[in-house]
């Protein structure tokens, strides 16, 4: 399963807890800078979306949610702890 991470410059905890969720590739983007947004690309086999809310500009959130629904891909937006993160990923893969 392959997940993007959209906010942060960094995630901590959050990476080694998504490969223990079963996530084989991770795309991690820090979307603080409007230019991030033309590094945006989301891979075929994207199983879903996490935006980091405290960490990403509004115009790179917005960016990657017209994306996202383009394509059907589901989109979580959390905060950077991995309990926020977590409570959003459980409604969303079960």
């Known amino acids: ?26 795309v991690h983007i820090s979307g603080r800078k409007a230019l991030d947004r033309t590094k945006i690309s989301l891979p075929k086999a994207t199983a879903f979306v996490v935006v980091l809310t405290d960490y990403v ?19 979580v937006y959390a905060k950077r702890s ?6 959003k990923l459980r409604a969303v893969i079960t």
């Open 82 to 87: 991995w309990s926020s993160v977590e409570e």
């Open 57 to 75: 500009n509004h115009g790179t959130a917005h960016t990657v949610k017209n994306m996202a629904k383009s394509r059907s891909i589901p989109l």
């Open 1 to 26: 399963m392959s997940v993007v991470v959209v906010g942060g410059d960094s995630l901590g905890g959050i990476e080694k807890q998504l490969y223990s969720l079963g996530v084989t590739e991770l």
